[in-house]
């Protein structure tokens, strides 16, 4: 049994470097394809899901998109064959997309790590695509120089290359953990027995299901592109990173 009590085993949460593997078609029906294992990350927490293949009997499915439902389900292009439950596929990531998500999504836990250290504004939402990505932060006054204040904390945290690691917690150890629930858009599911953490070492710890890289430097150049005032106390930074 897989997590959200689905039937399909997430494969992407225990390891976020796999990108082929091996599976059966549970079911099909007009919203997508259950598979009993899947590597493909399904969307959440602001990480848009993977695209990818099924490749089978000669063919391939390619996969656009992910229903979330009772089921984890993989949506096929609307041209390809789709296999039917009982059939053995192989299952591929597209690893460009999944990588540079990978990055993108750590360099925006660094950025809310950095801002919350140095400033001690609070993350209220968040969104990205590959290599951009938007952060909104509770900030009644943006101090002169800030742009460039966080551009180069966020270049000097790559720089240290600080370990990136994912482990689970039994929730109620999870809640020591100070800082934890930074977001108000990670309020965690009550039923929720184990939580899983995302930790830069030293910088910024928080639960969260995505996928990450394993070190601050293989995020790469963070460049802050804009600092937004949409309201009080509401600001919103832009970063890119470099592909
Ligand atoms: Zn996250």
Not at 35 to 57: E, I, K, N, T
Not at 177 to 188: C, H, K, M, V
Request: proline fraction near 7%.
């Amino acid at each position: 049994m897989g997590h959200d009590h689905t039937r399909t085993e997430r494969l992407d949460l225990a390891d976020a470097t796999l990108r082929e593997w091996d599976a059966t078609v549970l079911d099909v029906d007009p919203d997508g394809i259950v598979l009993d294992r899947s590597a493909f990350y399904p969307g959440g927490g602001g990480q848009p899901p993977d695209h990818g293949v099924l490749l089978w009997g000669g063919v391939q499915t390619r996969i656009v998109g992910t229903r979330r439902g009772d089921d984890l389900r993989l949506v096929p292009h609307e041209d390809d064959p789709v296999p039917v439950a009982g059939t053995a596929v192989r299952g591929a990531i597209e690893d460009a997309r999944r990588t540079a998500l990978m990055r993108t999504h750590s360099g925006l836990h660094l950025l809310s790590g950095v801002v919350f250290r140095d400033f001690g504004a609070l993350v209220t939402g968040g969104n990205m695509e590959p290599f951009e990505a938007r952060m909104d932060f509770n900030l009644p006054e943006v101090p002169p120089g800030f742009k460039e204040a966080v551009a180069e904390a966020c270049a000097a945290e790559v720089a240290a290359d600080r370990a990136i690691e994912v482990s689970t917690l039994p929730r109620e150890q999870a809640y020591q953990i100070p800082d934890i629930i930074r977001t108000a858009t990670n309020l965690l599911p009550p039923d929720l027995e184990v939580v899983r953490i995302v930790d830069i070492v030293g910088l910024d710890t928080q639960a969260d299901g995505g996928t990450h890289v394993a070190s601050t430097r293989q995020i790469g150049d963070i460049e802050v592109v804009k600092v937004e005032n949409k309201g009080k106390g509401f600001r919103r930074l832009r970063i890119r990173i470099r592909p």
